[in-house]
């Protein structure tokens, strides 16, 4: 029945739209790799002679390589360290009722939503005001407090969307509270745990306004620096070798997390 | 088999038997103390302490910057209490400008967002087989870093870029059109950056809403324009009006994209608070701006969650 | 296999009383059902005796032992949950095995049991796969399997069937209470389906508003119903007001002033009196015999019910329902119909307050 259906022209021009955005999506993307392939000296269209050289070029600047080498320190331990404080977190706040605690639960969630140039700008005086040097520490706790909402928020949605029945039952068998953690808890929430680790480390890989203001020349982070160099001389076509590498990354990193937990949890 | 299962029970009672005196073991011990009333406190303490000293603290000092005063011509502070920045920044028309330009600009972000956004939300929302394949193509750009995306819409919109080229060859314009470095580009860069949240805002809601419900508005002789506009845009409004709320959000504190795209001609609050606090160094009237993005930014939350909550949960 | 002991339990949530002070026993190797509305306080009573809830006041006893502040992991009891709770990252094996391994048995004992229980399930052969690639009937017997194999002290049956259709519904209702039996472990069954613990437990508690309103074997709770809650909560009842006639006992009068010949049992109607449609014959026309309560009345509704016709009837100014059996065709009686109903005074049964 719904086969035989007749498409009307109102479906038909909805249906359009849909792949017209579809296609919007994608075109910054597929054209910075088709730029990356470019031999022109400057960046320029048509792509008429393929040639690696903008990758070339990207495995000779250092300072670039050592940029990409501070964003992935940065975002490792943040991920890490997100990940140790923001799952305790949501436990407390999906296992026990406490005056507050919506309250709470809204405050530790505020850094998704506040404008992150204000808090870059906050944290900034805060230096000024204490006479703090930039220090890889500040750095990454500042990143810390940037991505552990993700991780709060994707692991209190799979805690509260468990079946309490199921830690009950552990318990019940003979499984005292530790090892129903680790048994039953843990392996059940393991896509929310990974799903929010991604994001956390997506986020402090992506972020511009806050390490902006607290980086220095020797520790600038990818995106600061291609912000930088962006800003100063417009479009060099290095980047865009460096940004299909990144696409590549990004991509790559996305198709193994659907293949484990599923794209459903990345939403 | 039945000698074992005897021991093995005895085994039990015999720590059952601990667990009730003073020799609790420590299993009993952590079950107790799970139950007490303080349980709660020390998932929270790492992370509320962090969030006092990396929040709380500079957003406090941001407030106390913002009743200083600068001395004249210098960017030096003068300790003192005065709202001297406020009232530089209501009086001027030119601060007031960018104010007004950030929201219109947000304004129209939210609009783009919601017509191009519907469809395909709809459109996935009724996937099956090849939902993943279309999830896929919508997230990854959300995942793409920003810097990246805002660098594509570069290439594409430039002088020398993409979209100038293919318009010449197409024979349609005879003239390269400026498309960067002005509100169009800084549109296209956010609209790009912040459909995703639209799109999955929309989506869940609209996956919602029951099939049948449009099989009893066709059976009751709706076509399908009518089945749209009075049964599924009506149903999926919550959707649209909290993904509306985030992207405006969103869209007034975003940085990166229109400090890129607009060059010198577009300043919008985020930028103007960067370039106070960095190249015209005006610490009290960054902090005073900065007030301003944050009380709009969560005006707008709070309005969307008086208005949804009751309804989702979601944040 | 242990007797078990609530002693004056009471439980309460913020200004909600779950359980008023609440005294049980229910005896070694039984099988109890604790059946009432859902907030009655029998899911409560149920999760303090599973050791997820910790009475406010009170003691709860296991095979003599008081088992009332230990963790449910120092309890020893099989749980079976309404939502089954298998784990579903584990198979089936692992499923049952789970409570064994924490048990710390060996490995050959593990096997063995894991093997005994699937079989007295009837899902021998299903170690390897998951909860999610079996059915609803199966995962339930599943966690059944899981429960029991710890050869728990006390079997705890949250809501069991309450997701399984009605016809599987009823073979589980037969299976369960031939496990139960043949192993004879004292178990508790909580549920909000009268015919579920009609027909399985020896003996049923009827629960309101966190208290106890009726204990007995399932005859006496439908037949013998104490208070109008339970009459009216098990079963369908026909509620007479009124008085007995003073100066004769075996005589009743409605507040509306009809009469009718009851059964001298013992105890004053305070509560009026509860009559079961089946007590209820309803004649055609004039029987030969006069029995000793026949009254007119008419046919206000007819429902067809399979074995048996509801009929609700207007007697005076009462209304009735009774229950026919179909022979045949029905049971030949038609909307409007003016009928002689006949109540057998046996039937009637005086209700308490």
């Known amino acids: ?267 | 088999m039945g000698d074992e299962a005897a021991t093995a029970s005895r085994a039990t009672r015999s720590i059952e038997q601990a667990g009730g005196g003073r020799g609790a073991s420590l299993a009993d011990r952590v079950h107790a103390w799970k139950e007490g009333r303080w349980a709660f406190l020390p998932g929270l303490a790492p992370v509320l302490l962090l969030y006092g000293v990396l929040l709380v603290l500079p957003m406090l000092l941001l407030g106390r910057y913002s009743f200083y005063r600068t001395r004249r011509g210098t960017a030096e502070v003068i300790d003192s209490f005065t709202v001297d920045a406020f009232v530089r920044f209501f009086s001027d028309a030119f601060y007031l400008g960018i104010l007004l330009d950030t929201m219109i600009v947000g304004f129209v972000v939210v609009l783009i967002c919601a017509v191009l956004g519907y469809p395909l939300a709809y459109f996935l929302a009724g996937l099956r087989r090849w939902k993943a394949v279309f999830l896929m193509i919508v997230l990854a750009p959300f995942f793409v870093s920003q810097v990246v995306k805002t660098y594509g819409w570069m290439v594409i919109l430039s002088n020398q870029g993409f979209l100038n080229w293919l318009l010449i060859e197409s024979g349609l314009v005879s003239e390269r059109l400026r498309m960067l470095y002005n509100r169009t580009g800084v549109i296209v860069g956010m609209v790009h950056i912040l459909i995703p949240f639209m799109i999955l805002t929309l989506e869940s809601v609209i996956r919602q809403i029951r099939p049948q419900v449009l099989d009893a508005a066709r059976s009751l002789g709706a076509r399908e324009w009518q089945v749209f506009f009075k049964v599924i845009l009506p149903m999926s409004l919550p959707g649209l009006v909290a993904g509306s709320l985030l992207v405006f959000s969103l869209a007034i504190s975003i940085f990166t994209t229109p400090a890129l795209m607009g060059g010198e001609r577009v300043q919008l609050m985020s930028n103007f608070i960067y370039k106070r606090a960095v190249s015209i160094i005006d610490w009290p009237l960054a902090a005073v701006a900065s007030w301003v993005l944050l009380v709009l930014a969560l005006l707008t939350v709070i309005v969307c969650l008086k208005v949804l909550m009751p309804k989702r949960m979601r944040a | 296999m242990s007797a078990i002991v609530f002693d004056q339990v009471a439980k309460s949530f913020g200004p909600v009383r779950a359980v008023a002070g609440c005294s049980l026993e229910i005896a070694d190797s039984s099988f109890l059902a604790i059946l009432g509305p859902s907030g009655c306080g029998k899911t409560t009573l149920l999760r303090m005796l599973g050791g997820f809830l910790t009475p406010d006041a009170g003691r709860i006893l296991i095979g003599g032992r008081e088992v009332t502040h230990l963790p449910p992991f120092r309890r020893n009891l099989g749980f079976v949950f309404q939502s089954y709770a298998l784990f579903p990252h584990l198979t089936i094996a692992d499923n049952v095995a789970f409570g064994l391994r924490m048990r710390r048995l060996g490995a050959a004992e593990v096997a063995a049991r894991v093997r005994k229980y699937l079989e007295l399930v009837r899902l021998p052969g299903a170690e390897d796969r998951y909860p999610d690639q079996l059915s609803g009937g199966q995962q339930q017997r599943i966690a059944l399997a899981r429960a029991l194999a710890i050869e728990p002290d006390v079997l705890l049956l949250d809501e069991p069937l309450s997701a399984l259709d009605r016809k599987l519904r009823e073979e589980m209702q037969a299976e369960l209470k031939e496990i139960q039996a043949a192993l004879g472990v004292t178990t508790l069954l909580v549920t909000h389906d009268q015919e579920e613990a009609l027909t399985m437990a020896d003996r049923i508690v009827v629960m309101s508003a966190g208290r106890v309103e009726q204990v007995g074997p399932p005859e006496e709770i439908y037949e013998a119903p104490r208070t109008r809650f339970v009459a009216d909560f098990v079963g369908v009842s026909n509620f007479f007001e009124g008085a007995v006639v003073a100066g004769e006992p075996g005589l009743f009068r409605t507040s509306g002033g009809t009469t009718f010949r009851i059964a001298a049992n013992g105890h004053a109607p305070e509560g009026g009196l509860v009559l079961r449609p089946e007590r209820i014959t309803v004649h055609r026309s004039r029987p030969a015999a006069t029995p000793a309560n026949l009254h007119p009345a008419r046919i206000v509704r007819v429902l067809y019910q399979g074995q048996k016709t509801r009929v609700d009837l207007k007697l005076a100014d009462l209304s009735l329902t009774a229950m026919v059996p179909n022979a045949r065709r029905g049971a030949g009686l038609a909307l409007n119909d003016e009928v002689f109903v006949e109540i057998d005074p046996e039937g009637f049964r005086s209700l308490a307050r």
């Open chain 1, 1 to 267: 029945m719904t086969a035989l259906r007749r498409v009307s022209p109102f479906q038909a021009g909805f249906w359009l739209l849909a792949m017209a955005t579809l296609v919007f999506l994608l075109a910054p993307i597929v054209i910075v790799v088709l730029a990356s392939f470019n031999d022109n000296q400057v960046l320029s269209f048509p792509v008429d002679r393929f040639s690696l050289r903008w990758y070339r070029a990207v495995w000779e600047d250092f300072e670039l390589l050592e940029s990409v080498r501070v964003s992935l320190i940065v975002a490792a331990i943040a991920t890490v360290l997100a990940l140790a404080l923001g799952i305790p977190a949501a436990f407390s706040l999906a296992r026990y009722k406490f005056p507050g605690r919506d309250m709470i639960s809204a405050f530790l969630l505020s850094p998704l939503l506040i404008p992150l140039i204000a808090l870059g700008l906050a944290v900034l005086l805060l230096y000024a005001a204490a006479g703090l040097r930039p220090s890889l520490t500040g750095f990454i706790l500042m990143h810390v407090l940037i991505t552990v909402p993700y991780v709060i928020r994707t692991v209190l949605a799979v805690l509260t969307q468990l079946d309490p029945a199921l830690e009950e039952a552990a318990l019940s068998l003979g499984a005292d509270d530790l090892r129903t953690k680790w048994l039953v808890t843990m392996p059940l929430i393991r896509p929310g745990i990974i799903a929010g680790g991604f994001f956390a480390f997506m986020t402090s890989l992506d972020n511009v306004p806050v390490s902006i203001f607290l980086g220095s020349s020797r520790m600038t982070t990818l995106p600061v620096r291609i912000y930088g160099q962006v800003e100063s001389y417009g479009i060099d076509p290095v980047f865009a070798a460096v940004s299909t590498l990144l696409i590549a990354a990004t991509l790559a990193i996305m198709i193994a997390l659907d293949r484990i937990i599923g794209l459903d949890h990345l939403k």
